[in-house]
């Protein structure tokens, strides 16, 4: 009796250390009529996807899905992801969202998709230097939880857009990827400086993707998704991103 108590609890120890999977789905399985809404009415949003995924293929239902182990209490914490080598947003499977939940994933995945896919060296350059002027809790936290190898940069980026306040708005203006008719409605409509930076254990994983160069970029004007053959190479290992 005793030895088949230890081998039980060598089970269940083994499967409590080993974790659990949890499924990432295109993030329009299920939730189609809801990510297109947001994707159009939401100014924020609709002003990033018009112009760097007007065909909204970020959104497509026809992507393969993927698994991420993780301990089973971080699963219902796992809210979304952003793979550059599909280009897809992803949501968890298992997750019940609501339209507020929704924007937040879309909007900090499609922040992920303009740094990979739609802003220049330049841009991004000059964003880690305002950054550098006008830093944030955020960095802070991500570098304080995120695994070594994770692009700091475009977590950075992703929690700005996510949660920004004016001066960031007025930053992706300066840079072209807002217009100024976008940042002033984007300012009417929202009180960035009263949302809560959020705060825990990292929730999100974001695949190795590979990282578009500047080329044939026009940084004077609002940038666009350049040609898929303008990328550049950068080792990089696992991300999180926290909300």
Request: hydrophobic fraction near 35%; proline fraction near 7%.
């Amino acid at each position: 009796m005793q030895g088949l108590l230890r081998k039980l609890l060598f089970v269940v120890t083994a499967l409590a250390l080993s974790g659990c999977a949890t499924t990432y789905v295109p993030i329009s399985w299920g939730q189609g009529d809801a990510v297109k809404k947001l994707s159009k009415d939401d100014l924020f949003l609709s002003a990033l996807f018009n112009r760097y995924d007007p065909d909204r293929s970020t959104l497509r239902v026809s992507g393969t899905s993927f698994e991420e182990v993780m301990m089973p209490n971080e699963v219902k914490l796992h809210l979304g992801a952003y793979r550059p080598d599909t280009k897809l947003i992803y949501r968890n499977l298992y997750q019940q969202y609501t339209d507020a939940q929704l924007r937040k994933v879309m909007l900090h995945e499609l922040a992920h998709h303009v740094w990979f896919n739609g802003m220049s060296t330049q841009q991004r350059d000059e964003w880690r230097l305002y950054l550098t002027r006008n830093p944030t809790p955020l960095q802070a936290m991500v570098r304080s939880n995120y695994k070594q190898g994770t692009d700091y940069d475009s977590e950075d980026f992703a929690f700005a857009v996510e949660y920004a306040r004016p001066s960031d708005l007025e930053q992706l203006a300066t840079l072209k990827i807002l217009t100024v008719e976008e940042l002033n409605k984007i300012m009417k409509d929202k009180s960035p400086e009263g949302v809560e930076p959020p705060k825990g254990p990292p929730l999100v994983h974001t695949a190795e993707a590979l990282r578009p160069t500047d080329t044939d970029i026009d940084v004077d004007a609002p940038q666009v998704t350049p040609p898929k053959s303008a990328q550049e190479q950068k080792d990089r290992g696992p991300q999180h991103e926290i909300y």
